[in-house]
């Protein structure tokens, strides 16, 4: 009786020590990736940049062959962007404003994206120190990330349920803050989903008027004037405002110029509706500003805020600092210095 009971405890004690370990960890998570040909994804995603908080809904879908389709709401302005990735280019998809940029890029390979599992995996593969860690019915594997337009960000972790299901992830920053939290609430392995899901031409509209109106004289101006000029609260040491020029007699486009030791224009237009759908072919790749997604290059930033369109340029500024600068202009009507 006394040997049953030894080796009992031998055997608990040998499949709990499996559950701790992180290789077993890894191997679980890695078969549920590679071996799923398609799968569906959606939750919660929270963003926190110094006080503020920025909260979405996801939606992911993926289909073997690098095919993506992940659509974002920011829940503070029911705002839908899409990003798609199919076998002709990336787009972002502001479905609102009826237009698409259109790129080549190796997104989402360039970079980390907590929401999408073969990013998770590569980010867990191409670490070498990867840890676990162990409490209650939970596993979490913590990596180093790659955000190479935010250098902030350096680690994540990964939270399993105790049957080894991805449920969380969270990424900080080097003080060890919670900089983007990711909660999914359904991931369907065997989604089934099929090429015809992931094409462009889901999301062209035909103009209402199309009967009656062509031309550009059909697109609508979501406003005729900016309101405001929006002014980053961010600037570099020794920079500051060096012009203003409103162009236009509707003053419906702002230039900024910045000067000092970095310099920088920034570009401000009211977004204008085209009454067909419209797809602008830039370089660069998407890139999640807190609160709306844009299209970030070597020396630039595209996006769209608040009904404005924003073009900021830089041959100065490194990618990250372009990232702060557009990040700050979120509802800001003041620099910090002019000269």
């Not at 908080?53 to 829940?75: G, I, Q």
Request: proline letters at 3%; glycine letters at 4%.
């Amino acid at each position: 009786m006394k040997k049953v009971i030894f080796l009992f405890l031998c055997f608990i004690l040998i499949t709990g020590c499996k559950k701790k370990d992180i290789n077993n960890v890894i191997k679980s998570f890695s078969d549920d990736v590679t071996n799923s040909d398609s799968y569906h994804l959606n939750g919660k995603m929270t963003i926190k940049s110094d006080e503020e908080e920025f909260k979405y809904t996801f939606d992911v879908k993926y289909l073997k062959d690098d095919y993506y389709k992940v659509t974002l709401v920011n829940l503070s302005n029911n705002h839908e962007q899409v990003i798609l990735k199919n076998s002709d280019a990336v787009y972002v998809i502001t479905p609102s404003l009826n237009k698409s940029f259109k790129f080549q890029s190796s997104w989402p390979n360039n970079s980390s994206q907590s929401y999408l599992l073969s990013s998770l995996l590569k980010d867990i593969n191409n670490d070498s120190t990867a840890k676990l860690e162990t409490n209650n019915n939970e596993s979490v594997i913590i990596t180093k990330v790659n955000y190479p337009n935010n250098s902030e960000l350096v680690k994540q972790k990964i939270y399993f349920d105790k049957d080894l299901k991805i449920k969380k992830v969270s990424v900080y920053d080097q003080d060890n803050n919670e900089r983007i939290t990711t909660i999914f609430s359904k991931v369907d392995l065997k989604a089934n989903s099929s090429k015809d899901e992931f094409k462009l031409d889901d999301y062209i509209k035909e103009p209402e008027n199309s009967d009656k109106c062509t031309g550009e004289k059909c697109d609508l101006k979501t406003s005729n004037i900016l309101d405001d000029i929006i002014y980053p609260l961010y600037l570099p040491n020794n920079t500051y405002l060096t012009g203003s020029e409103k162009i236009g007699d509707a003053a419906s486009r702002v230039i900024l110029t910045f000067g000092g030791d970095k310099n920088f224009t920034i570009i401000e237009e009211a977004s204008v509706v085209p009454s067909s759908f419209e797809v602008k072919p830039v370089f660069g790749s998407p890139i999640l500003l807190n609160d709306t997604l844009g299209v970030i290059s070597d020396n630039s930033i595209r996006w769209t805020r608040g009904n404005v369109d924003y073009y900021l340029t830089s041959n100065d500024l490194s990618s990250s600092e372009m990232v702060v600068v557009a990040s700050s202009m979120n509802h800001s009507i003041s620099v910090l210095g002019s000269k």
